[in-house]
């Protein structure tokens, strides 16, 4: 089978409502997912000048490489549930998900 996108492949193999389900399953998790990295750069941000903490201070007090800082700080960061933690403990708060219906 010979396809010349993954939008064709996907449209082979599934029909438009299944598409749409799928692409709107993603979109919500996307923005779960945004929403929180922005609420942890924030804290993070806030963290840092209220404490008169620098971008290497931050480094070294997490033990992370700069590029994982970084992309924390910038709200671009894949973490895992432990470096929240860590993240939240150096703060001094603790975290909490709250949950809301979509």
């Known amino acids: 089978m010979k396809v010349k996108s993954f939008k064709?492949?996907?449209e082979?193999?599934?029909?438009?409502a299944e598409i749409a389900e799928i692409e709107k399953a993603a979109?919500?998790?996307y923005e779960i997912l945004h929403t929180?990295?922005?609420d942890v750069a924030k804290d993070v941000v806030?963290?840092?000048?209220?404490?008169?903490?620098g971008f290497n201070d931050l480094v070294r007090k997490l033990g992370k490489n700069p590029t994982q800082v970084s992309n924390i700080i910038k709200g671009d960061a894949n973490l895992t549930m432990a470096t929240?933690?860590?993240?939240y403990a150096l703060m001094g708060k603790k975290a909490r998900i709250r949950k809301e219906a979509t």
């Open 8 to 10: 064709a492949y996907l």
């Open 36 to 38: 929180l990295q922005q």
């Open 12 to 16: 082979k193999r599934l029909n438009k």
């Open 46 to 53: 806030r963290f840092m000048s209220e404490n008169h903490l």
């Open 27 to 29: 979109k919500i998790e």
């Open 84 to 87: 929240i933690a860590q993240l």
